[in-house]
């Protein structure tokens, strides 16, 4: 993905993962301020880069928070990890989240975008990170319906797909089953959680993420016509953001205050 335009001010970060060096920004550090700010990381998904989150950064700040926004092995800026060029999976994902959290220290809300929630459930359940609150874009959910499509397109049949899954196990370390975001949310931890998807998402199918939002009890914000990114740049969306951030609209209120017909439930 191209690069996006971000807020001037941050200051650009590295860190080692896994032998390879992550790349970011951060926004707030070293304000002279009264109180330590408190920190809001941003967890991009496949095919992006954090500044996907630029339009967040700003009313973040302003809120009083220090943003982390990071680019994923093999995305962005970053180098790749372990698994070579232009080549990354959701558990390197995890431990670039991992490294950078190491580095800036407790989190007051992770953001995360589509796969990089199953990568944020997978650095609470194995690493260091802990936050206060969760956010999470248009979740990817699990990935064993996208391989089920795999093997249907190809036409191979079920010993070809046990060998599939075994080499995904073996390259990733987690089985394909696994591999879903009420799997992990379910051996971690609970914590407040926000979740927000667009109706007609082609990437996160709103079913999908309706029925993850209702396993893990989390108040789901649903739009119209924003898409799988779009939403992310979205100012009722970001108020949405900024306002859970802030510990409002959790426990499930309903509200319908935007213009395009998003509404919290």
Excluded at 152 to 180: H, K, Q, Y
Aim: hydrophobic residues 40%.
């Amino acid at each position: 993905m191209a690069e996006l335009p971000v807020p001037d001010g941050g200051e650009s970060f590295e860190v080692e993962a896994q032998g390879h060096v992550v790349r970011g920004r951060v926004w707030g550090d070293g304000v002279d301020s009264a109180r330590p700010l408190k920190t809001v990381y941003l967890v991009h998904g496949w095919g992006g880069r954090g500044s996907q989150f630029g339009a967040m950064v700003e009313p973040l700040l302003e809120s009083g928070h220090r943003v982390v926004m990071l680019d994923a092995p093999a995305h962005g800026d970053s180098d790749h990890g372990p698994a070579g060029p232009r080549r990354t999976n959701g558990v390197e994902f995890a431990k670039a989240l991992d490294a950078v959290f190491c580095r800036f220290g407790p989190a007051e809300a992770v953001v995360a975008h589509s796969l990089g929630t199953i990568a944020t459930y997978l650095a609470l359940r194995f690493g260091w990170l802990g936050t206060n609150r969760l956010i999470l874009i248009a979740p990817m959910v699990e990935s064993q319906s996208l391989f089920d499509q795999f093997q249907a397109a190809l036409g191979f049949g079920a010993r070809t797909r046990r060998a599939f899954d075994r080499s995904i196990l073996e390259w990733v370390g987690i089985p394909v089953a696994e591999f879903d975001a009420r799997f992990q949310a379910a051996h971690v931890h609970p914590v407040p959680t926000l979740v927000i998807t667009d109706r007609g998402d082609r990437q996160t199918p709103y079913d999908d993420v309706a029925d993850f939002a209702d396993s893990i009890g989390a108040p789901l914000v649903t739009t119209d016509g924003l898409g799988h990114r779009k939403i992310l740049r979205d100012r009722e969306v970001i108020g949405h953001v900024v306002d859970f951030v802030e510990g409002r609209g959790i426990g499930g209120r309903r509200v319908s205050d935007s213009s395009d017909g998003s509404s919290v439930a």
